[in-house]
């Protein structure tokens, strides 16, 4: 009887020992969204074209040139971002560059022989944002106001006449997508159509000269942020 119940009792503990044996319940990580609330700063590089119409007046005649003016662009950012719960992101952001954009060009402009040379020095942008966050990603869309300065070295007919330099008002639209890389870090690829109207007129040893310009700069650039 004792012999039976020790077998029984081994069988019993051999046949728990098989049983398998449950692993502890972990639970997954909660998932935290990116949020893109915060100041910011970075820097960027891109290419600009610059598109110019004119029309000038002098001695009663005429003419008109059009000119291209290619050249890549850098410079630097600050802005910041608030994101509201539902998920748009609203925003302000400001920034500078230095700009390569130039044409020399001979032609005849006014019936006279032209030979000039057109810059666009630098210009900045002050402008909000609209974007919308999905996670680490946020397209958006943006526009305000900006500055550049222009110069102009040209000589008209046989004689130097002409020297610019003139600063202008822009306006500014254009859009964009953003996205979180590592940390504190984001990156950007951008455009933005910048323009302007202006009048002048300039005194010349052929008489006044009065021209209407039309501007607009096409402006493609990718860029770097970091959140403070």
Do not use: C
């Not at 935290?32 to 891109?46: K, L, Q, S």
């Not at 000589?155 to 130097?160: E, P």
Request: glycine residues 16%.
């Amino acid at each position: 009887m004792l012999l039976t119940g020790l077998m029984a009792a081994s069988t019993e503990q051999a046949g728990a020992a098989d049983l398998p044996v449950s692993a502890p319940v972990t639970k997954a990580p909660a998932f935290i969204p990116y949020n893109w609330t915060g100041f910011y700063g970075g820097v960027n590089v891109g290419y600009g074209w610059a598109h110019g119409d004119v029309t000038g007046t002098l001695a009663g005649l005429t003419g008109t040139s059009s000119e291209t003016l290619p050249g890549i662009i850098g410079g630097g950012q600050i802005g910041y971002n608030w994101q509201t719960s539902s998920n748009i992101v609203l925003g302000i952001e400001s920034d500078i560059q230095g700009s390569g954009e130039s044409k020399t060009s001979n032609r005849s402009f006014v019936n006279q022989a032209y030979s000039g040379t057109a810059r666009g020095t630098y210009f900045g942008t002050i402008r909000g944002r609209v974007g919308y966050a999905i996670d680490r990603w946020m397209p958006y869309v943006t526009g305000g106001w900006g500055y550049g300065e222009a110069t102009v070295d040209a000589t008209l007919g046989a004689v130097r006449t002409i020297s610019i330099s003139r600063s202008k008002g822009l306006w500014v639209v254009g859009g964009g997508v953003e996205t979180a890389i590592a940390g504190n870090w984001t990156a950007k690829a951008e455009y933005l159509l910048m323009g302007t109207e202006a009048t002048n007129s300039l005194n010349t040893i052929l008489g006044p000269l009065t021209t209407s310009t039309t501007i607009r700069n096409n402006i493609v650039r990718v860029g770097v942020n970091y959140r403070l």
